[in-house]
Structures are given as C-alpha cells and as structure tokens.
Nanobody, 125 residues
Framework: QVQLVESGGGLVQAGGSLRLSCAAS????????LGWFRQAPGKERMFVAA????????YYSDSVSGRFTVTRDNAKSTGYLQMNSLKPEDTAVYYC??????????????????WGQGTQVTVSS
C-alpha cells in the first residue's frame, strides 16, 4: 500500500484559508483517485472531495463546493486540498486517501485503501 503523510492543518479564523498536503511514499499512477475526507468530533467520517490523479475530473460535496479545490503535483506525488472561506463547521480532522475506482460505482466512490494519518483543522468564529 501507498504510504500517505498529511500536513498543513492548523487554527484559522472564519473566512480564512488553509492548504492541506498529502505526500505519497511512491509514484501515484494516473488511474488512482485522490480523496479527501473529514471527521468532526462525535461524528462519522464524511466525504469532502475527490480528484482523478490524472487531473481530469473533480467532485465535491455540497458543503464545500465552490470553497475547496483539489489539486495534485505529479512530479512530487503530492495532492492538495485548498480550503477557502472556511467556516466553523469545517472544523474536523481531515484525511486523504487514494485508491482505484470500483466497477459499477461513480469514479469518486473509489476503493480507498491507503489513508493518511489525519491533520486537525480548527476554524474559530
């Protein structure tokens, strides 16, 4: 499995921005899907956004669409989640993951089998 290391979390005021990074231990093949998830205290982990590693497609949850952007740097085998106009309800531990698309499912509903350790994002009001 690919090892993923996340960074970039922190404390920010509402309306501010953060960029999370997800560095892979090895080359990520173009057929992979990069996913971002978050888990708030006392809640289940939820899907945030996804992108095909070749960069052709992106998909966002309704709660972050228009504010968050998924990108990746192939040369660095690193994915990013740019988060703008942050809200207190965005406070959570954020996780990145990679995996292959599953047959019969939308590409963003991939079989995410490699996960990062998570990074805390706290948005103050």
């Amino acid at each position: 499995q690919v090892q993923l290391v996340e960074s970039g979390g922190g404390l920010v005021q509402a309306g501010g921005s953060l960029r999370l990074s997800c560095a892979a231990s090895e080359r990520i093949f173009s057929s992979y899907v990069l996913g971002w998830f978050r888990q708030a205290p006392g809640k289940e982990r939820m899907f945030v956004a996804a992108a095909t590693w070749n960069g052709g497609y992106t998909y966002y949850s309704d709660s972050v669409s228009g504010r968050f952007t998924v990108t990746r740097d192939n040369a660095k085998s690193t994915g990013y989640l740019q988060m703008n106009s942050l809200k207190p309800e965005d406070t959570a531990v954020y996780y990145c993951a990679v995996g292959y698309p599953k047959a019969g499912s939308p590409w963003y509903n991939a079989d995410f089998n490699s996960w990062g350790q998570g990074t805390q994002v706290t948005v103050s009001s």
